[in-house]
């Protein structure tokens, strides 16, 4: 998917990229349970997956995204290597890049990757779960975004108001968590 300038323009204004898309209906009310509704498919394709265990760290109440960590099943600790993925709420597109995490009780954190280390992993022992969050997002006809589209600057009048993901690149644009 090629975005143009005035669809990056619209996403980072929190609205969607395009006049006409299959899920238009969601942004036309306030109402988030319409928004939850459409993604709730995705969302449960993510937490319920046979192949890792997941937690849905942002819902879009203070992004125009949602974000799920993904990793191995069972995992606890102070140092857990993971995958987070990032949904676009405003356009079908995403990204993911590989995490360290910590779950201790119901508490969590992570690191997030930088925009140099978008869409790979580099740990092996999280291919399966890489190859799953693709076939995933295939299936829902979302499309990746590569960390080259990602890391470009920003240009022609794109600028950041506030981002709790600090940067000035494209990522930042694209994916903002305000508060």
């Not at 949602?66 to 069972?74: A, I, R, S, T, V």
């Not at 597109?93 to 997030?112: C, E, P, R, V, W």
């Not at 092996?124 to 799953?132: A, F, P």
Request: glycine content about 6%; some cysteine; overall charge negative.
């Amino acid at each position: 998917m090629t975005l143009t300038l005035d669809e990056i323009k619209k996403i980072g204004e929190w609205k969607p990229y395009r006049q006409i898309w299959d899920f238009n209906h969601i942004f036309s009310t306030e109402d988030e349970t319409e928004i939850e509704e459409h993604y709730k498919k995705i969302g449960c394709a993510f937490r319920d997956n046979i192949h890792f265990d997941c937690i849905e760290s942002q819902d879009g109440g203070l992004t125009n995204y949602l974000e799920y960590l993904c990793y191995k099943p069972k995992s606890s600790g102070l140092e857990i290597e993971s995958i987070v993925v990032f949904i676009s709420l405003n356009a079908p597109i995403a990204t993911y890049g590989q995490a360290s995490m910590f779950i201790q009780n119901k508490d969590f954190g992570l690191t997030h990757p930088r925009v140099n280390d978008l869409g790979q992993t580099k740990n092996e022992s999280l291919r399966e779960i890489e190859t799953e969050i693709n076939s995933i997002l295939t299936r829902h006809g979302i499309t990746t975004l590569d960390k080259e589209f990602l890391n470009k600057e920003l240009t022609d009048g794109l600028t950041i108001k506030e981002n709790l993901l600090n940067g000035d690149r494209l990522f930042n644009y694209l994916f903002q968590w305000v508060d």
